[in-house]
Nanobody
Framework: QVQLVESGGGLVQAGGSLRLSCSAS????????MGWFRQAPGKEREIVAA????????YYEASAKGRFTISRDNAKNTVYLQMKSLKPEDTAVYYCAARFGSFLKNSENEYDHWGQGTQVTVSS
C-alpha cells in the first residue's frame, strides 16, 4: 500500500511561486504514474498535471500549462509541482495521487492512492 504525504503549501501573493512535494512510501514508486490534483471550495477535484513512470511524459491541464512544472525523482520517491505566476484562482487544496500502470490519466477515478492534501492560498 502506497502512502503519500504532500508538503510545501502555504500563502503566497499573486505572481509568486511555490513548490509542492509529495513523498511516497510503501511501494515501488517507479511503478506508478503520479498526478497532482486540486480542489477549490465548492468545486470538483480536477487534475493539474501528471507524469509518467520513467520516461518523462507529462500532461498538464490547460490553466497549468506554461506556469506549472511536474517532475519526479524516483531515487527519492518524490514528485514535485513547481508553480509560478500564481493566481488567486489557483487557491485550492492540492492532492498528490498515484496510479499503478503506465498510462497517463486525467480522471481522479483512475488513481489508486491519495495524499491528505496541502492548502495553497494565493492572495490578490
Amino acid at each position: 500500500q502506497v502512502q503519500l504525504v504532500e508538503s510545501g503549501g502555504g500563502l503566497v501573493q499573486a505572481g509568486g511561486s511555490l513548490r509542492l512535494s509529495c513523498s511516497a512510501s510503501g511501494g515501488t514508486f517507479s511503478a506508478y504514474v503520479m498526478g497532482w490534483f486540486r480542489q477549490a471550495p465548492g468545486k470538483e477535484r480536477e487534475i493539474v498535471a501528471a507524469i509518467g513512470r520513467r520516461d518523462g511524459r507529462t500532461y498538464y491541464e490547460a490553466s497549468a500549462k506554461g506556469r506549472f512544472t511536474i517532475s519526479r525523482d524516483n531515487a527519492k520517491n518524490t514528485v514535485y509541482l513547481q508553480m509560478k505566476s500564481l493566481k488567486p484562482e489557483d487557491t485550492a487544496v492540492y492532492y498528490c495521487a498515484a496510479r499503478f500502470g503506465s498510462f497517463l490519466k486525467n480522471s481522479e477515478n483512475e488513481y489508486d492512492h491519495w495524499g491528505q492534501g496541502t492548502q495553497v492560498t494565493v492572495s490578490s
